[in-house]
């Protein structure tokens, strides 16, 4: 199967270009940070008290959401600007001459380079929230209500997200590649703290501007489903108002869809599908 | 004879600029064909549309049996890109197995590592291609060429990075592939290397085959150069019976001249009291056609 060939190479090449080495020294200085992080939380007084079990969980929700968040950010820019390389980059050094000079469809190699990143970053998704998973439940006693459906949002968020700088790899140089995957990333992030401000405050067409970004991108949709599976929803009830609405950015008002997760299937295979017409189409 | 490739009106457009304009020629199973011709000429993007890399906006091409578009024509060619650069994190032994695997092709290691062996990289076989010179990434990229035992060899510029040894070593690659059979296309700037192990020449110039065939049929026949003195006008009537004459001064050249008839005509310039300083049978030099060529186009 030459596609599990070039997933296989694009593992190989993320490990021994370093990647994976650079990945794991910023995990665990994030992990460490949050260790300490949420050990102060639990032993130090606020107002000459320590903190009730129903505020430990809210705010150890919040927090978790927080670095969780962090995680995912270095996951998208890991894998991001992995695949900007993986295509342009063998296109404009002349490494894919001999390569696509094989027996074999562009769209194989494409395929494979995909599922390669999809492993590589579903696999530190999953390795980097369970160890922060651990220490939270170490450290303050909370565990997260789903983390199985959060870590498999979170992968597929990445995917998302490494399926646009596919896209863009095929059509421009690949640091421009990966740069405008990381900015579309972080300005529907944005959009979504918007909308979810907009919700909170119950003006419509302000919360029109994330549920638009969402589907024209999913990651900030699925990134809010995430952080419900990940957020103690007992807690969350306790406390009420617009916060929990959306109005906060790490909070989340509601469960993923199964429509809209059909959606992220669908513009994924979509944005892969046009990858691989447009890598098709292109002059070596 | 069949066939390895056969292109025919092959045509493609840089945005404004044409840089391939209805090129037709074929290179047949066993055949070594030099392609050549200036900078900008369209050889490379003739050698990608060949093998599928480039889209031709028109024109067609069957690559050993197939049409291009079928990936499985490529199954038993070896390319040597012009701008050749292999993944530097591998090793040049996992290069060659990666090649090995794409090819679909079953070769055992054994044959892996005299094919590295070949090229001069025996020792390196287990180093990391980004610590390769440039030269030697060169010599790795014709073992990738070489190691799936392709019938149509295409190999862009592969002495470009060589020194005189590893020209040469491409030389002996070249005449052991044309011994075997094996097809070969050669784009080439060092003229005495296409001249030593061509079969046939196209040469292409601004888009266009400008002119194409073997190479006595490009050269034409051979020539004698002489340098006399005291030519009487008896000796001077002698060399034009002999062949087409031209005279530089004292050095005087004869065209068309079998090599046979040489001792006779330089026996008769000396009884007829020529006096004759040097004898030199030779051909026009393929570079000189080339010029001449190239000249001629503009």
Known sequence: MIVLTFAALTLREAARRKVLRALAVLTVVLLGLSAWGFHTLVTKEFDGALLTSGELRLIASQLLNLVMFGLSLIAALGTAFLAGPTVAGEMESGAALAILARPIRRSTVLTGKWLGLVVFGGGFIALAGLAQFVIVYATTGYWPSDPVTGLALLALQTAVLLTLGLLFSTLISPMASGVVAVGLFGATWIAGVVGGVGRGLGNDSVAAVGSVSQVLLPTDGLWRGAMYAFQDPTALLGFGGPAVKGGFPFLSDAPLTWAYLAWTITWTALVLGLAALLLRRRDL | ?298
């Open chain 2, 1 to 298: 004879m069949t066939n390895a490739v056969w292109t025919s009106g092959l045509r493609k457009r840089y945005r404004k600029r044409t840089a391939v304009d209805g090129v037709s020629f074929s290179v047949a199973r066993g055949e070594v064909l030099g392609l050549l011709g200036p900078n900008g000429a369209g050889k490379t993007t003739v050698i990608k549309m060949m093998l599928g890399l480039v889209r031709p906006d028109a024109g067609e091409v069957m690559l050993l049996g197939r049409p291009v578009t079928d990936p499985r024509a490529r199954a038993k060619v070896g390319y040597l890109p012009e701008l050749f650069r292999y993944q530097p994190w591998l090793t040049a032994k996992e290069v060659l197995g990666l090649h090995v695997r794409l090819a679909g092709a079953d070769v055992p290691e054994r044959e892996r590592h005299d094919t590295l062996g070949l090229v001069g990289l025996a020792e390196r076989a287990g180093d990391r291609v980004g610590g390769f010179s440039k030269g030697m990434q060169q010599r790795l990229g014709l073992a990738v060429a070489l190691v799936a035992r392709p019938e149509f060899v295409v190999l862009d510029e592969p002495t470009s990075a060589l020194d005189p040894v590893g020209r040469a070593d491409v030389r002996d690659i070249l005449l052991s592939l044309k011994d075997r059979g094996v097809a070969v296309l050669l784009n080439s700037h060092l003229i005495g290397e296409v001249e030593r192990v061509c079969d046939r020449v196209v040469v292409l110039d601004r888009g266009r085959v400008a002119a194409s065939g073997t190479l006595a049929e490009l050269l034409g026949g051979r020539e004698l150069r002489l340098r006399l003195e005291k030519v009487t006008a008896e000796a001077e009537e002698r060399l034009r019976r002999a062949g087409p004459l031209s005279r530089d001064g004292d050095l005087y050249t004869v065209a068309d001249l079998e090599g046979d008839l040489i001792p006779d005509l330089v026996a008769d310039l000396v009884e007829l009291g020529a006096r004759v300083h040097s004898v030199e049978p030779g051909r026009v030099s393929l570079e000189d056609r080339l010029l001449d060529i190239l000249g001629s186009e503009r």
